[in-house]
């Protein structure tokens, strides 16, 4: 292992190995020596080992991947940790606790969190923790220096107020104490109009910001719910306080308690649900008889409607609140909604059930649906009769004409000129020459697309069905690669730079696609064909030079010699627009003529 300069004397590094082929767990972890040996026992017949370290100040960005030949490394391992911060502090319990309730803060997780811009990826997060020991007292290692932090204390009984916008340099250990507040207390139960508990219950409690205006400044408690309704939100932060609580198939319902304050609690409390409006229908097959298990999805098609706040429990959060479906008889009954008017749609048949119905069946399984708009609650009971919907047919090959076996095929549908992907029907093909038939699309206008792995999406097509129904031919054009060397300034391979592609089509680049071995050596594979610029990063040097190449589809391109350049230094001062205007920690970027960021 490599000690970064000014790594602190004191510092103790251990290597650790984890995951599941790093052998036994006893064996897993070695203390680094003082010129950065070490030796780890793992398992023989393990082929990877990922390790990674644990030391006060250094920090590995991403765990090691150590490959294994014959129980041994298949390369020298060399390790190249960044010199961190550490803080470490007390946290103060509120006055007056009790022992046995600070007892309960031991192990509680006090978090760091951070993040950072990089020039190339954006705005990149970072995450580290430490626990309370039996004298609440906290350590927090390998904290990043690009990093701007937000330090605060997880527990559900007190607030924590966190301490924001902490910078720390490499090699520093911080003291930095942290208070805890008792907050608010808030507990009752909710009732349904039907007197028990509601369904998919979810209770929150909002601190509004000074002022009293919802928005960005509030803060939020979120309650555990028990299966009688009865609700329990510990620590909330004090000022005008409002209880919100939603459910499956009612509308937010909400409590305003006014302004409480730090230490207060509440019990006892109440809320009621209203019932909102009902529309019920039934849905049928083409001959009449009854379509049981369809999906019912609403769309609230007034112009005040929240479309997102009425799908919550239907359709498109399904996954978070439950769906709708028809019963044995085809009839459902949706609760909890607006005046309207409503899309109400009703689907049969997944598109999972038709993927695995087709690898089985010369003929994919059916998917009809049926909608009708316009629909107000209490308006009486609906019928919607599905119809099976049109099939398209076509055909994908590469840009040498082979057929692809494998792809994705997709049918989004147009709502006044808008892709409606959530009434989006996709399949999985699996082909012996390229053809598909996509079946179930409705009527109208949509946009058909398929994508590949490893090939540039061909352009879609938007289509009327049924007026266009195929067959649609697709080409999806290979990918190429890019393979070569980068080098130091003084012409020495540079190991783990890192490679980033810049495409002329596309705005911006691609994250990393790679980094060299230890002699330098790379290939960036699944390249997009046209003219690209790929670049080389490495800390402490400035960028290479942005090397256009023209990538060719299905080919590779060798021998490409990048150069990583020494770079100059830039110095300056920040003078702030008005005289409070705190500039610390402000970040300052320098960015090229021609676009690629240094």
Same mark, same amino acid.
């Given at each position: ?35 950065? /040996? ?72 006090? /978090? ?37 932090? #937000? ?187 607006? &005046? ?82 959530? #009434? ?31 090939r540039e999406a061909p352009d879609p097509v938007d289509i009327v069905v049924p007026r ?14 890019? &393979? ?33 071995? &230890? ?49 100059? #230094? ?29």
């Amino acid at each position: 292992m490599q000690f970064p300069e000014g790594t602190p004397l004191d510092e103790v590094v251990e290597i650790v190995a984890i995951g599941r082929d790093s052998g036994d767990p006893a064996s897993r972890r070695g203390r680094v020596g003082a010129q950065g /040996s070490f030796r780890l026992a793992c398992d023989r017949d393990a082929r990877t080992v990922r390790l990674t370290l644990e030391a006060r100040h250094l920090f590995l960005e991403t765990p090691a991947l150590v490959r294994m030949k014959d129980g041994a490394p298949a390369s020298p391992v060399r390790l190249e940790p960044k010199l961190g911060a550490c803080v470490i502090g007390q946290v103060r319990a509120p006055a007056g606790l009790e022992a046995t309730a600070a007892a309960g803060l031991v192990g509680a997780a006090v /978090s760091a969190w951070g993040w950072f811009r990089d020039p190339a990826l954006g705005r990149e997060g970072v995450n580290r923790h430490g626990a309370l020991d039996a004298d609440l007292r906290y350590e927090i290692r390998g904290l990043d220096p690009r990093c701007e932090y #937000r330090l605060g204390v997880e527990t559900r009984d007190y607030l924590s107020p966190p301490v924001e916008q902490v910078r720390f340099a490499a090699g520093e250990t911080r003291i930095l104490d942290l208070d805890l507040r008792r907050g608010v207390r808030l507990s009752g139960r909710v009732i349904d109009p039907d007197g028990g508990p509601p369904r998919e219950l979810s209770v929150i409690a909002e601190t509004l910001p000074p002022g009293g205006a919802p928005g960005d400044g509030s803060s939020f408690g979120y309650a555990t719910i028990a299966e009688d309704g009865s609700f329990e939100v510990g620590a909330v932060a004090p000022g005008e306080i409002t209880l919100l609580a939603g459910a499956l198939q009612r509308p937010e319902a909400e409590l305003r308690l006014g302004r409480l304050q730090d230490g207060e609690a509440r019990q006892g409390l109440e809320i009621r649900m209203e019932r909102g409006g009902r529309i019920e229908g039934r849905v049928t097959m083409p001959d009449g008889t009854a379509a049981k298990g369809a999906r019912i999805t609403l769309l609230d098609l007034s112009d005040e409607g929240d479309s997102a706040a009425n799908l919550r429990f239907l359709g498109r959060r399904n996954s978070e609140f439950g769906a709708v479906t028809t019963s044995d008889d085809g009839r459902f009954a949706v609760e909890g909604l607006g &005046a309207g008017p409503y899309r109400v749609a009703a689907t049969l048949g997944t598109v999972a059930n038709a993927g695995a119905a087709s690898a089985k069946q010369s003929s994919p399984a059916p998917f009809a649906s049926a909608s009708l708009d316009g629909v107000r609650p209490g308006g009486g009971e609906i019928l919607l009769v599905l119809t099976a919907g049109h099939t398209l047919t076509g055909r994908l090959v590469d840009d040498l004409g082979e057929p692809l076996l494998r792809f994705q095929v997709t049918a989004t549908p147009r709502d006044n000129g808008v892709l409606d992907e959530e #009434r989006a029907i996709s399949k999985a093909i699996r082909s012996k020459d390229g053809s598909f038939e996509l079946t179930g699309v409705p009527p109208g206008e949509h946009r058909l697309e398929v994508r590949a792995m490893n090939r540039e999406a061909p352009d879609p097509v938007d289509i009327v069905v049924p007026r266009e129904l195929g067959p649609f031919t697709f080409v999806a054009t290979r990918r190429g690669s890019i &393979a070569g060397v980068v080098r130091l300034p003084n012409g020495a391979p540079a190991p783990r730079a890192t490679l980033h592609v810049y495409m002329s089509s596309r705005h911006g680049p691609d994250r990393p696609r790679g980094r060299t071995d &230890a002699d330098g050596t790379f290939k960036v594979s699944n390249v997009a064909p046209g003219m690209a610029h790929i670049q080389a990063r490495l800390e402490g040097y400035a960028a290479s030079e942005a090397l256009a190449v023209q990538c060719v589809p299905g080919d590779e391109l060798q021998d490409v010699t990048l150069y990583l350049r020494l770079g100059g #230094r830039i110095t300056g001062l920040a003078h702030p627009a008005a005289a409070d205007d705190a500039l610390q920690g402000r970040e300052v970027h320098a960015i090229l003529n021609g676009g690629f960021v240094s």
